[in-house]
């Protein structure tokens, strides 16, 4: 790695020419020696090491809370970086544990029914390169409040965001959609309301999605 390199700037511009080089070896050096020197990569630095190919990245880099130039900046490598996919679909997010959908079956049976291509995104760990490919062409994200929905940050410009969810949960991923161009519809759960609401199961309003 080069050396005299001591902030996130310097880093950043040295790993994204790495990205445009390919150069994958370089990049995971210069990201092994920023955190011997206790420099914590941002968004900039992250796109740039996924660009040249550095895997197991992507869920650190959409855990970033940025500013909406290095989101951009971070979704544009993103984009660069993502496999050519097949035609556009309508990706359905599945939780597994807490505020999974407990009528995800039928909401998807409903779309299908309605002759729209749904890809179903179990939120679990998957190869980088495949969980860009999916979002990175999905015309339409429809998914219960959670991380799942952080992978929008490679959507499509204009794409939809269906976010199903309660009334006190946070909303970082209506700004993240906002910030990126994409529209964004949030949609109330018909579940109870429970103490819990963090955990507690959610119910998507079919006819609405």
Request: with cysteine; charged share 25%.
């Amino acid at each position: 790695p080069a050396r005299g390199l001591v902030n996130n700037a310097a880093y950043a511009a040295a790993l994204k020419a790495c990205g445009k080089a390919g150069d994958r070896e370089r990049a995971e050096k210069l990201l092994h020696e920023m955190r011997e020197k206790g420099v914590e990569p941002d968004g900039l630095a992250y796109a740039g090491a996924i660009r040249a190919g550095v895997d197991g990245l992507l869920d650190a880099a959409l855990d970033l809370k940025e500013d909406p130039t290095k989101v951009l900046a971070l979704r544009a490598a993103l984009r660069a970086a993502a496999p050519t996919a097949a035609k556009p679909r309508v990706v359905v997010v599945r939780r597994a544990a807490t505020r999974a959908l407990s009528n995800h079956d039928a909401l998807v049976a409903a779309l299908v029914g309605a002759g729209i291509d749904v890809a179903v995104y179990d939120d679990r760990p998957l190869p980088q390169h495949e969980i860009l490919a999916l979002f990175a062409t999905a015309r339409a994200v429809v998914a219960p409040h959670g991380a799942g929905l952080a992978n929008i940050v490679v959507a499509p410009r204009r794409a939809i965001v269906v976010e199903i969810r309660d009334a006190r949960h946070s909303r970082c991923f209506q700004y993240l959609a906002e910030a990126l161009g994409l529209r964004w519809e949030g949609l109330a759960s018909v579940a109870a309301p429970a103490a819990d609401f963090m955990a507690a199961p959610l119910v998507a309003p079919v006819a609405a999605v």
